[in-house]
């Protein structure tokens, strides 16, 4: 969502609905998320209904009519939906076709058999960030880890020395690349540029992704010696069909969006005028909406049409696929919801203030409000799109990418220590067939340093952009 969408958008925002004093606020902020935490991990309450009694509780214990809270959690829920809603949708959809055409399994195919002994776990992390791109987080690891579990069995590796890299590639792509939602989310919040979050992110994504990947794999597999369980291999989807995308299509349909949207990026630091046609068409063609939407239309040609995959079938895989994303949606749009609130009640300007009081820099007070909400709902959605409405004020004065290393401070600290309010620790746990004990010292030992380094990197960053 560009700058201007956003400015739009805030124009029809409600106004500030209250003027409480900062101790107020704090506690209504206190107050808010704890009800949040407390519905989501004590009641097990869905996260979206838990983001919607936090945001009436946060109003009314910072003094502001309910009715007035009502209009600033629907518009902010409204804005949300309308600038990423969209995007999730199609970012599904493309997941859908890769995984159900068999694209995805022949990126990973042909990736495994140019690769064995020591590269293996390179190989690995290339194949999960590669997939991860344009899919959820949870279907990249349904999608992967029968792939994990029969290269781990086939060629005697140790389960953590190929696992631990698939699931780095995937998580990092999750918390910090755009088109995932959280990114999105935290991208519309501050009013970031797309295209340069996305470079950057990349940019942070590499090295880390490296260093809790192959790096660290080395020491769980070591600390955790497990084989992989046979009775987890599930079929994969491609064993089904007579023929399936080649590699060279399917690599470029999942690449066309970043492609398009770094096009537009560079085209605009090059060109840097608005009025200029050539800049023009590459805002339109690199806008996030027209990327994700050509690459789903050439998807059907290079991912559906080779696959056999008749005229009547698209429209049924389409249907399919955005289904289970009514969830994701409803939470991002609740947490836009809390997000106007937390805005609307004044909490961001107590942020802002504070954080000059304070002397804290930005990014860092970003890095940790994300750490903290993570560790207290366990989800890094939640995290993000809590956190980005905290730091939103913060953005105002910033440069284009430093607006764009708050998004990506936000997204570091939402993956901080994944324990056993993550639904994503039970999921590796399952599939890897591991103790609990055994999954922190594997599974969010990772997650971790995922979080430091990629927050070490921005900062640094920081200081030489």
């Known amino acids: 969502m560009t700058r201007l969408s956003v400015e739009m958008l805030a124009a029809d925002a409600p106004e500030p609905i209250t003027s409480a004093g900062h101790a107020q606020l704090g506690i209504a902020v206190l107050a808010g998320i704890a009800v949040i935490v407390l519905l989501i991990t004590k009641f097990k309450l869905h996260a979206f209904l838990a983001l919607t009694i936090g945001s009436l509780a946060l109003g009314a214990i910072a003094g502001a009519p309910l009715d007035k809270v009502l209009t600033s959690f629907s518009a902010g829920l409204g804005s949300t939906v309308a600038g990423v809603g969209v995007l999730i949708a199609l970012g599904a959809v493309l997941g859908k076709m890769l995984a159900d055409s068999g694209g995805a399994d022949q990126i990973v195919d042909t990736i495994l058999a140019k690769a064995g002994g020591r590269s293996m776990p390179w190989a690995m992390v290339l194949i999960a960030s590669v997939i991860g791109l344009p899919l959820f987080f949870e279907v990249g690891i349904v999608l992967l880890i029968p792939v994990v579990l029969m290269v781990a069995k086939r060629g005697n590796y140790s389960l953590m020395r190929i696992g631990i890299p698939a699931l780095a590639g995937l998580s990092v792509m999750h918390g910090l690349v755009p088109p995932h939602p959280g990114p999105l989310v935290a991208i519309d919040a501050v009013g970031?540029?797309?295209?340069?979050?996305?470079?950057?992110?990349?940019?942070?994504?590499?090295?880390?992704?490296?260093?809790?990947?192959?790096?660290?794999?080395?020491?769980?597999?070591?600390?955790?010696?497990?084989?992989?369980?046979?009775?987890?291999?599930?079929?994969?989807?491609?064993?089904?069909?007579?023929?399936?995308?080649?590699?060279?299509?399917?690599?470029?349909?999942?690449?066309?969006?970043?492609?398009?949207?770094?096009?537009?990026?560079?085209?605009?630091?090059?060109?840097?005028?608005?009025?200029?046609?050539?800049?023009?068409?590459?805002?339109?063609?690199?806008?996030?909406?027209?990327?994700?939407?050509?690459?789903?239309?050439?998807?059907?040609?290079?991912?559906?049409?080779?696959?056999?995959?008749?005229?009547?079938?698209?429209?049924?895989?389409?249907e399919k696929s955005l289904m289970p994303i009514a969830g994701i949606l409803l939470i991002v749009g609740a947490g836009g919801g809390f997000k106007q609130t937390l805005i609307d009640t004044g909490v961001g300007q107590m942020v802002l203030d504070i954080s000059e009081d304070w002397a804290i820099p930005a990014l860092l007070l970003a890095w940790l409000i994300a750490v903290v909400i993570r560790l207290a709902t366990g989800s890094a959605t939640v995290a993000t799109?809590?956190?980005?409405?905290?730091?939103?004020?913060?953005?105002?004065?910033?440069?284009?990418?430093?607006?764009?290393?708050?998004?990506?401070?936000?997204?570091?600290?939402?993956?901080?220590?994944?324990?056993?309010?993550?639904?994503?620790?039970?999921?590796?746990?399952e599939y890897f067939g591991l103790s609990v004990g055994q999954n922190i010292k594997t599974w969010s030992v990772m997650e971790t340093i995922i979080s430091v380094v990629a927050g070490g990197l921005v900062l640094l960053l920081s200081l030489v952009i």
Do not use: C
């Open 385 to 429: 799109v809590s956190a980005a409405g905290l730091v939103a004020p913060l953005a105002a004065d910033m440069s284009t990418t430093h607006a764009a290393l708050l998004v990506l401070a936000i997204g570091a600290g939402s993956l901080f220590f994944s324990h056993v309010n993550d639904a994503g620790f039970w999921m590796v746990k």
């Open 192 to 318: 970031a540029d797309l295209g340069v979050t996305l470079a950057l992110g990349v940019l942070v994504a590499v090295p880390t992704v490296i260093i809790a990947g192959p790096v660290f794999s080395r020491y769980a597999a070591r600390w955790v010696d497990v084989p992989a369980p046979e009775k987890m291999i599930p079929q994969r989807a491609s064993e089904e069909l007579e023929k399936r995308p080649g590699f060279g299509a399917t690599l470029f349909t999942v690449l066309l969006p970043v492609i398009l949207m770094l096009a537009k990026a560079l085209v605009d630091i090059v060109v840097d005028d608005p009025g200029n046609p050539v800049q023009r068409v590459f805002d339109v063609i690199g806008a996030p909406m027209i990327a994700l939407l050509a690459s789903v239309l050439v998807g059907i040609f290079t991912l559906l049409r080779p696959a056999g995959f008749s005229k009547e079938r698209i429209s049924p895989l389409v």
